[in-house]
């Protein structure tokens, strides 16, 4: 397991929007190791502690986030998510950090094979339902752009349960038909998707392209 934080010591220094730059490229082309340096040199301590976090050091990562005084809505978000991916409920998230964090983090864990990680996040939406109670549509959509489709529809049906007229759930549920050839049911929930919203393009384009998949 890497070990990122020996001989850290805070300074002041100007901050290099290059750098920076080249750190959020390294960090979205995986390379969280290089991307943790370079926030680290420009004092970014939650951008950091996410990189630390995503190569599997949990240490560093609460090191980094515990050390700001006033820690902003990121960084709260981090701490509470080192205790949930043990299964530890300390504090409940907010509205907000879940609508902004939740699928996030699921994909990334996803993305960087932390997949006991992310199964611990999934088993905790009905606590994040409890704060935010479109929960269950954000860890579907993390699930459907993973390629996880059964999952995809368990998590919307949940969601469906309290936002049937919710057309986005909908949508996500007929593209995911649509990838396993399930064509009928793909037909059916883009149909409640236009009931909701008559006139949403990608919906209107996308049942074009149901049509033409029966034929």
């Not at 611990?120 to 579907?140: G, M, T, V």
Request: with cysteine; aromatic share 16%; proline share 3%.
């Amino acid at each position: 397991m890497p070990v990122f934080c020996k001989n850290r010591q805070a300074r002041v220094i100007t901050v290099d929007f290059k750098m920076l730059k080249k750190a959020k490229d390294l960090f979205y082309k995986g390379d969280f190791r290089g991307a943790f340096e370079l926030f680290k040199a420009e004092n970014k301590n939650y951008e950091a502690g996410l990189c630390a976090l995503l190569e599997g050091d949990e240490e560093c990562a609460r090191a980094f986030w515990q050390k700001e005084k006033d820690p902003d809505t990121a960084t709260q978000w981090g701490l509470i998510v080192l205790d949930i991916i043990h299964l530890k409920i300390k504090k409940r998230p907010t509205f907000f950090q879940v609508r902004a964090f939740l699928e996030v983090y699921l994909s990334l864990f996803i993305e960087s094979k932390h997949l006991s990680w992310a199964e611990n996040l999934i088993s905790a939406c009905d606590i994040f339902a409890r704060s935010n109670p479109e929960s269950y549509k954000f860890i579907a959509r993390a699930l459907f752009a993973n390629g996880y489709l059964v999952l995809t529809h368990k998590f919307l049906n949940e969601s469906k349960k309290l936002f049937y007229f919710d057309p986005e759930a909908h949508f996500i549920d007929s593209q995911a038909y649509f990838l396993e050839e399930k064509y009928d049911l793909a037909l059916k929930s883009i149909d409640e998707t236009l009931k909701s919203a008559p006139e949403y393009y990608p919906a209107l384009e996308f049942k074009k392209i149901i049509l033409a998949h029966m034929k």
